[in-house]
C-alpha cells in the first residue's frame, strides 16, 4: 500500500470517529419557550387622605379636597396643601385647586406672597403662583449627624413678623435625634432652640405663638413645651406619651389662649384635641382627625382625615 492510500484510509476511519460529535443536519423542534413569569400582584393604594373644615368648637363642616398638610393663608381665603408630594392651592369659596409644584410641608408667609415648603434640596421659598423657587438652607445643614443616615430637615414655620422661620432637623435615626432650629428668613444663622447640653430629647414640630414670643413644639421629655422664640429651657405644657408623642403638630389658636395638638397621630383613628396654651386638661375637640390648622381669624379649623380603605 502506498503512502497516499495509508493516509486515505487513516483520514476516512478519523471521519468515522468523529461522526458521533458533530450536530445532526436537521436540529429538529425548537425548544418550547418557557413559561413567562406571573405578574406580581397589584397591591391597593392607600386612598388620599382628604382636608376637612370646621367650626371653633370642633363641629365639622364639610371636606374641602383631597390632601394633607392645610395651611391658611393670611387673609383666610387659601389653604396650601399636599396632595400626592405635590403642593396645591385651594380657594376656599370656590374650591378651585391649582398646583404650585412638587414639594411638602408649605407654609404661608406672613406677607402672603410666599410660602416656605420642602423640596429635595432643603427648606426653599416661592412665590404664592409657584415661581422664583429658591433653597434657603441645604437638608445637609448638619455635621455632626451620621451622613448616610442623615434625613435632612422640614417643617418649616415662619415667625408672625416674617423674620424667622422655625423648623425640625430630623436627625439620623442613630445617635442625633430630631430637634428643632430657628434660622433668618433668608436662611442664615440657623442655631438649636433648646440646650445643647446634657440629655438631648427628640423634638419636632415647631410652630409660634401669636404675639411671635415664644415656640411650641413637641418634646420626648417635656410632651407638648413651649420656649422662648430666642431660645431656653422648655416649660412643659402637656404630657401623655405616647399618645403625645413624634407627629403631635402643636399650633396656637389666633388668640393665644389655646393648644390643638393631635393625639395618637399614627394609629388608625388619631384625634385633636386642645389644651390651655399654660397647661391644664385636654379636652377632644375634633374626633377622628390630625394636623389642625386655624383660621387667622379663629372661626374655622382645616385638617386632615384618612379616607376609609
Not at 404650585?100 to 416656605?116: H, V
Not at 428668613?185 to 405663638?209: I, K, M, V
Request: net charge negative; hydrophobic share 35%; aromatic share 10%.
Amino acid at each position: 500500500m502506498t503512502p497516499r492510500t495509508l493516509a486515505l484510509a487513516a483520514f476516512l476511519v478519523l471521519v468515522g470517529a468523529c461522526a458521533d460529535w458533530t450536530l445532526p443536519i436537521d436540529p429538529g423542534e425548537p425548544d418550547p419557550p418557557a413559561e413567562p413569569p406571573p405578574e406580581p400582584p397589584t397591591l391597593p393604594r392607600a386612598p388620599e387622605p382628604e382636608i376637612y373644615l370646621a367650626a371653633r368648637d370642633g363641629s365639622i363642616a364639610g371636606v374641602l379636597t383631597a390632601g394633607s398638610r392645610p395651611s391658611w393663608s393670611p387673609d383666610g381665603r387659601k389653604i396650601l396643601f399636599v396632595r400626592s408630594a405635590e403642593i396645591q392651592l385651594i380657594d376656599t369659596d370656590d374650591s378651585v385647586v391649582t398646583s404650585l409644584g412638587p414639594g411638602e410641608e408649605p407654609a404661608w408667609a406672613p406677607d402672603g406672597r410666599r410660602l416656605a415648603f420642602v423640596n429635595g434640596e432643603g427648606i426653599a421659598v416661592m412665590n404664592a403662583d409657584g415661581s422664583g423657587i429658591r433653597t434657603l438652607l441645604s437638608h445637609r445643614l448638619r455635621r455632626d449627624t451620621y451622613a448616610p443616615w442623615d434625613q435632612g430637615i422640614g417643617k418649616p414655620a415662619w415667625s408672625p413678623d416674617g423674620s424667622h422661620i422655625a423648623f425640625e432637623h430630623r436627625g439620623d435615626g442613630d445617635i442625633i435625634p430630631a430637634q428643632i432650629f430657628v434660622m433668618n428668613a433668608d436662611g442664615s444663622d440657623p442655631r438649636r432652640l433648646t440646650p445643647t447640653s446634657g440629655f438631648q430629647y427628640a423634638e419636632s414640630d415647631p410652630a409660634w405663638s401669636p404675639d411671635g414670643s415664644r415656640i411650641v413644639f413637641w418634646s420626648y421629655g417635656y410632651g407638648i413645651a413651649t420656649v422662648p422664640a430666642a431660645g431656653g429651657q422648655p416649660q412643659q405644657v402637656y404630657g401623655n406619651f405616647p399618645a403625645v408623642a413624634y407627629g403631635t403638630k402643636p399650633v396656637w389658636s389666633p388668640d393665644g389662649s389655646a393648644i390643638a395638638f393631635t393625639a395618637n397621630r399614627f394609629s388608625s383613628r388619631p384625634a385633636i384635641w386642645s389644651v390651655l396654651s399654660g397647661g391644664g386638661e385636654a379636652r377632644l375637640l375634633i374626633a377622628d382627625g390630625y394636623e389642625a390648622a386655624w383660621s387667622p381669624d379663629g372661626s374655622r379649623i382645616a385638617f386632615g382625615r384618612n379616607r376609609d380603605p
